[in-house]
């Protein structure tokens, strides 16, 4: 199949969350399994020009009656020529200034959402459709990820899908649905679309326009990243108010979850950690914990638990509920239980100060503010448990990369949490991490003092644990297929 992805961060051009590592990883899968990929996204002002090619002539968008004129930079992905006999997967970069010529994908320091995104991702929305002429290349599958991307199947449905065009199929893929892109109604024409195509395409949203709205009411079909997370967007209480239209298209939502990237993420050869291991060499774990708890300036004792969480401070992964001042469960779990308690994050303002607060005040508790890659990789292989008790997860990667690590999840069993671990059961020593349902500071409490009772009560359940999570396959082969069969319906969708 001809596949084109369209996003707004490709990791390692651009990254500033996960979505930039899943459209990159689920390319490159596809592309090993022989299909014909590509990637396009905006060439933002920190990808340097000199590193790409440029390809000649101008791009010309034509949006209402105006021409832009763009160009386009090319490049291949990475670590997909390092066969002789392998075409590297192509990347294609739509430069223009007056759009993406600044620091800031969405956003920068001043102004966190910019006021003409409206008619920057339109530029690179439109601008897809020219290049594939440009390039005499179109795909059977435009696959859009997030709202930056959503205008390409509502363009596609509504002026595209003629000539070159018709027998191209939409998939978008909802990494999550915090996100929709609302702006003011009088950027609608900006968008290329026309008014009397407002309310059908599905732009409308309280006065506003709102981006994904418009997307999912016209791709041909929807993806989300776990099947869990497929099923709770469907609801009021995880639907952003677009439950209503997906619930509308339940036929046509699939959840599939995403893959971990094992060349970076894999204890048996990150070079990040202290000391490799894999579950046969288990015991080497403890080598990582003790290099942990000396990095963290925690007591070097392998017989103390140590419960690790890497985070975005932001309320989606539940930090009022575990830092809140007065009411977070952070304080009476560090002082009640005999565990250590690792935090590196950075985010909101507040919680990074109760964080120092707290970190002031507790012996047991080490914390990094800030964004650290390599300490990363070793509180997951350095932690024996690592905690995620989030509101809502689309996906999540750190409960994967902790099982397999050998490091035991405690998760709130929401999205692809819930997908992911299974639950410790206290008779068997079966499962693979500890689950709790209700966010609050006292259900967090209550579960981590379960997973310490285990800890100090029930060893050889938590080993037969860790073991079970070590053997889990989270390969994004697995994935790969399943977009695959959901290429193959969209496909169909179009023939019909
Ligand atoms: P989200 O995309 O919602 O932030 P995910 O769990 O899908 O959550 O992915 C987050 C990724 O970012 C993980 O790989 C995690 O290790 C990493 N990460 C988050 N905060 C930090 C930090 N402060 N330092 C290093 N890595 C971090």
Known sequence: ?????ITSEAFPFVKTGGLADAVSALAIALHKCGHDVRIVLPRYYTIRRDSLELLNAPLKINIGNKVYSTSIYKTTMPGTTNRTDKIGLPVYFIDYEPAFGRDGVYGSKTESDFRDNPFRFS??????FELCKKINWYPDIMHAHDWASALVPVLLKFYKRKEQFSQVSSVLTIHNLGYQGVYSKENYPITGMKWTEFYKAGFEDWDNINFLKAGLVSADVLTTVSPTYAQEIQTAAYGFRMDPIIRNRKSDVYGILNGVNIDVWNPMNDNKITANYS????????????????????????????????????????VSELFGPTYGCVYN????????????????????????????????MGVYIGYDDELSHLIEAGSDFYLMPSKYEPCGLNQMYSLMYGTLPIVRRTGGLADTVEQYNEKT???????????????????????????????EHIKKMKIAGMKKNFSWEMSAKKYEDVYKIAQNKVKE
């Open 429 to 459: 020593g079966e499962g693979t991490g500890f689950m709790l349902n209700d966010l609050t500071p006292r259900s967090i409490y209550d579960t981590v003092g379960w997973a310490m009772y285990a800890w100090y009560n029930k060893p």
């Open 279 to 318: 579950v046969k060499t288990m015991d080497k774990k403890a080598e990582n914990k003790a290099e942990l708890q000396k990095r963290m300036g925690l007591k070097i004792d392998s017989t103390i638990p140590v419960v690790g969480i890497i985070t975005r401070l932001t309320d989606q992964k539940g």
């Open 123 to 128: 530029i690179l929305c439109n601008g897809v």
């Open 1 to 5: 199949m001809k596949i084109l992805m």
């Open 333 to 364: 779990m560090c002082v009640d239980f005999k565990m250590q308690f690792i935090v590196l994050g950075s985010g909101e303002k507040w919680c990074e100060d109760e964080l120092r607060n707290l970190n002031s005040k507790l012996p047991n």
